[in-house]
């Protein structure tokens, strides 16, 4: 990067680092740390839980997504407005009645405390592995850059965003997503804006995306039949997308708690409805902007000759290798089926050279997916959107860790520390919820050494993730709001079964991932009422 792009990035990082301590300053208890004293604006709501959601994965993967798969992927999202209502009239009064610290503060009260904990937990593990990978994506970008090493990179990235998280808690993190969303949003738009000037003379905007549509790219919706039938295993179609996607995002956004931890502070339930309505509107064409910029950089390589392979680190290490001539003569044989216009050809090799890759590293993943926009935004964008567009990344990486990793504190401190400690005090609480939130972050860290064995792009890693947990503990949820006489005992065991159950699907690799949230959900329903059957009824311990 030039010396410019590192004025442009530190300057962005380091105003918005200082700005979330000025913005910490909060009353010295769990109500203040956890909750901003339930004094957040709709607007804040809002950006919060956008911020939370599109973390540095979300702007770094999704254009490579979008590069090597189309516009398909954005159906994952399209049964998020309707789990946006659900949860806006079902959800949300609860806890805002209850004044929950955490959402699982509601499931003792429904069942007991073993519920409580239980589902309590299910969200750490899947909260704390998502953002181990969250803190790696934006330590790609730099590591990548710099040639640094990724593990350092990977603790001062970390370290970094752990400094105003701890520091002021709730409130520190609802003011700077907001700052964060608002850079982020002007941002896209003036890289697309570049990206079409970089296009040939008389290729506009709708040009480049009717060149992109002929190799399909532009699919936005697809049914996920073929001759065979319907493909299960499919990940992205329109089926998936409703069906799975709606139990996802309800489970997510109604049950997870770093967006629910986004949405109880607000000022009252007006407030966090607003916020969560408006998420729902716009929340699809934020993510058609984000993929569109991969479809852009797709046409753009249809003009320019795109590398062979996007990840120069695996890349090198592979030419060390014995695979070095033949890596060669593929690279040589895509240049020329390049120059030759032959498109489908140069796609070809190129996924051939992909393979004798993987031979070359003994068999670890090659997917370049992570590194593809990564690569363009390298090699093409002008002297200070460099600088820029990676403080967008940054900005999105550190907003999500630092809501994640704030939920997590929340979650151990409230549904674990206090339960099992004899001498809690709101002071002695509050002072260790920051230590808490410490161990955490070290946690997460310690998660992103591992994240670049992962052979999925990210932004497929962290969904998949969390589609393992998900659906189980949407399932609980929804026992506990509309089938008042199921009981603690019968929904503990029935989610323990569940969970065992979606895991060994996975494992079997029968569905794709969405359907997991769907299954689960309805495992735990249909397990939980069988066993209630042969079960004492229990006593609803809270009446909603």
């Not at 997510?252 to 770093?258: E, L, Q, W």
Request: glycine share 8%; net charge positive.
């Amino acid at each position: 990067m030039s010396v410019i792009d590192w004025i442009i990035l530190i300057t962005v990082l380091t105003a918005l680092m200082a700005y979330g301590i000025y913005k910490s300053h909060t009353t010295k208890n769990l109500q203040g740390y956890f909750l901003n004293n339930n004094n957040t604006p709709w607007y804040l709501v809002l950006l919060g839980i956008m911020g939370t959601q599109a973390s540095a994965v979300t702007y770094l993967t999704g254009p490579g997504q979008a590069y090597t798969d189309g516009l398909r992927f954005v159906q994952y999202y399209y049964g998020l407005p309707l789990a946006m209502i659900v949860i806006s009239v079902f959800f949300v009064p609860v806890f805002n009645k209850l004044k929950v610290y955490t959402a699982y503060e509601f499931l003792e009260q429904r069942f007991d405390g073993r519920t409580r904990l239980l589902t309590s937990f299910l969200f750490l593990v899947s909260r704390g592995l998502s953002t181990g990978i969250s803190i790696y994506a934006p330590s790609l970008v730099l590591s990548s850059l710099m040639g640094w090493n990724i593990y350092l990179t990977n603790i001062v990235m970390g370290g970094l965003v752990l400094v105003y998280t701890m520091s002021g808690g709730a409130k520190a993190v609802a003011h700077t997503q907001g700052l964060q969303m608002i850079i982020i949003f002007l941002s896209l738009f003036i890289i697309g804006y570049i990206i079409v000037q970089m296009l040939p003379a008389g290729m506009g905007f709708k040009a480049a995306l009717d060149k992109a549509a002929g190799y399909g790219k532009m699919n936005i919706i697809t049914t996920g039949f073929s001759e065979n039938g319907f493909n299960w295993k499919d990940k992205y179609n329109i089926w998936s997308g409703l069906i799975g996607g709606f139990f996802l995002a309800l489970s997510y956004f109604g049950t997870d708690h770093s967006q629910v931890g986004r949405y109880i502070t607000a000022k009252n339930v007006k407030e966090s409805r607003r916020g969560l309505l408006l998420n729902g509107l716009v929340k699809i064409p934020m993510q058609y902007i984000i993929l569109t910029l991969g479809v852009l950089v797709f046409s753009f390589y249809l003009f320019h000759k795109a590398p062979v392979y996007f990840d120069e680190t695996r890349k090198t290490e592979a030419e060390n290798t014995v695979y070095a001539g033949q890596l060669k003569l593929l690279e040589t044989q895509y240049t020329k089926a390049f120059e030759a216009g032959s498109i489908d050809e140069a796609t070809a090799l190129r996924n051939q050279y992909k393979s004798v890759i993987q031979q070359a590293l003994n068999g670890r993943e090659a997917n370049d997916t992570n590194y593809i926009f990564l690569s363009f935004v390298k090699e093409n964008l002008p002297v200070g959107l460099i600088g820029l567009l990676f403080a967008i990344i940054f900005l999105s990486g550190w907003g999500s860790v630092a809501a994640a990793i704030n939920a997590l504190a929340a979650c151990t401190i409230v549904d674990f520390h206090k339960r099992f400690s004899k001498n809690s005090s709101e002071e002695n609480d509050y002072k260790i919820s920051k230590w808490y939130t410490l161990a955490w972050g070290i946690f997460c860290i310690g998660i992103a050494m591992f994240a670049n064995t992962i052979g999925n792009s990210l932004i497929e890693a962290v969904n998949i993730l969390g589609s393992l947990f998900y659906g189980v503990i949407l399932g609980i949820f929804l026992v506990a709001f509309w089938l008042k006489k199921i009981g603690g005992k019968a929904v503990f065991i029935a989610a323990i079964i569940s969970e065992i159950i979606i895991l060994l699907i996975f494992k079997a690799d029968v569905v794709s991932f969405l359907w997991l949230n769907a299954i689960g959900a309805i495992l735990v329903i249909s397990i939980a009422q069988a066993l209630q059957l042969f079960m004492k009824e229990e006593k609803n311990l809270l009446k909603i």
